[in-house]
C-alpha cells in the first residue's frame, strides 16, 4: 500500500477520499541559510556515519511546483535559528514568503533572548499558525527562563509549536524528551507537536502525548528505510499508534530527505495495514484531518 513513485502520490491520495495532504513539517529558508544547511549534510559521513543526500536540491520555485504535484494542499514552511538575534529576521522572511505562496501557512520560530516574548506575540497577532522550535540546531536549553513567557503565550493560543528535543539525529546538550517535559509540566496546554515523533524515544513520545492532551507526534522520517538503519522503530509500532491515532500528523522534511517524498507515505501506509484498528481512517486523518485541525482553516 502507498504510492510507488512521486509520479503515484496524487492519485494514491485521492483513491484515500482525500482531496489533498496537509504536511506541518516542511522547510524552506532563505537562500544563504539553506545553502548553509545543505553543506552541513554534504558532509554527514563526518556528522552521522552515513550519507544524506538532498533528494530535492532544486531552486525555490521547483520545491513549491514539486509540493502541488503531489497534492499537498497547504504545508507549515518551519525556519529555525541557531543563535540569538536571527528568530525575528526568519520571521519576516517566513512571513513573506507564506503571503507569496498559497498552500503554505504562517509560521515564525523562537530562541531564547530577551525578544523572544515580543516577537511571539506580534507573530501571533498577525495570524501565524505554526511555530518552530529546534532544541538541537539551537543548542539551547527549552527550560531557559527567557522562553517561559513565550512558551505560556503559544500556549494560550493553541497555535501548535513543531519542537526538535529528541536525540535524533544526533544527542545536543538539552536535548530529550525528559527535558522537554518539564516544558510541558510548565506549560501543560501547550499544542506541542514532538517533531520525528520523538526519535529514538518514541515509546516515551507517546507517553507523554497520553499524558498532555495537546500534545501530537509527526511522522517526519519515522520509519522510512534510512532512519531504521540507525534509529528502528518498536515492532509493535501500529499498535501502539491505535490509542492516539487522532494524535499523529503527516510531515516530511522536505526538502532535506534522502528519499522520496513517497518513501515517507509508504511508511505510513504500511502502519496502517499492519494493525486493522488503523486501516484507510487512520491515513485520512493523519494525512489531512488532524494537521488540518492544528493549521486551522
Known sequence: MGPASDAEIADWVRSLGLDGLVDIH?????????????A?????????????PIHYRTPEPERVRALRSFGVAR????????????AAWLNGWVR???????????????YPEAEAVSYVEDALSTGVRCFKAHVQVGGYDPRDPLLDGAWGAI????????????????????????????VLRRHPRLTAVLAHA?????????????RYPRVHLDTTMVGVPFTERMMALPPDWPALLVPLADRIVFGTDFPNIPYSYATQLR???SWAVADDRLGTPFLRRVLRDTPTALLGG
Open 198 to 210: 520523538g526519535m529514538p524515544e518514541y515509546r516515551l513520545a507517546l507517553d507523554l502525548a497520553a
Open 267 to 269: 511508511a505510513i501506509a
Open 75 to 86: 504545508y507549515a514552511p518551519l525556519v529555525y535559528p541557531h543563535k540569538p538575534g536571527m
Open 40 to 52: 552541513y549534510f554534504d558532509r554527514a559521513g563526518e556528522h552521522y556515519g552515513m550519507d544524506w
Open 26 to 38: 516542511v522547510h524552506f529558508l532563505p537562500e544563504s541559510m539553506l545553502r548553509k544547511v545543505w
Open 96 to 110: 513573506e514568503f507564506a503571503e507569496a505562496t498559497p498552500e503554505a501557512v504562517p509560521t515564525a520560530t523562537l
Open 155 to 182: 500556549a494560550e493560543s493553541g497555535v501548535p509549536v513543531v519542537v526538535h528535543c529528541g536525540h535524533g539525529p544526533l544527542r545536543g546538550e538539552h536535548t530529550g524528551l525528559d527535558v522537554f517535559d518539564e
